[in-house]
């Protein structure tokens, strides 16, 4: 149901996180596919998000203004569903903006610790 993730990291800037990661700290941009998405390669396997703040997410540099994502292999109804049936309560319906390449809903561990599941749409030819 789950398979890999990506940890996000919500910023004010994101032109000026992508030239911290990369130009200051040496890291590579891996991608950008949107203006509100970028992605950098820390190495060994490690993806961070970079994520302009969002209504959804606390402000940069607070409590939770990390979070963690992990990809679903199915829909996120049907992940939504079985991890209800466990005991997870989300705190957001589906996220679905038709421009965007994912779909998003968001949940937290049993410490506040904000998590989500994010399911990619198929590219379009």
Not at 16 to 24: K, L, N, P, V
Not at 41 to 53: K, M, N, S, V
Not at 79 to 102: K, Y
């Amino acid at each position: 149901m789950l398979t890999g993730g990506t940890p996000t990291l919500y910023v004010t800037n994101l032109d000026r996180s992508i030239a911290f990661f990369t130009q200051t700290l040496g890291l590579e941009l891996k991608g950008r596919p949107s203006e509100g998405w970028a992605e950098i390669d820390a190495g060994g396997g490690l993806i961070l998000g970079l994520h302009p703040f969002s209504p959804h997410a606390a402000s940069p540099g607070t409590r939770g203004a990390i979070t963690v994502g992990f990809d679903v292999t199915e829909t996120l109804e049907m992940a939504m569903g079985e991890l209800e049936r466990r005991g997870v309560r989300f705190r957001t319906p589906i996220l679905d903006n038709p421009g965007s390449p994912v779909r998003l809903v968001f949940f937290s561990d049993p410490d506040g610790n904000e998590l989500y599941l994010r399911e990619t749409r198929p590219k379009r030819r």
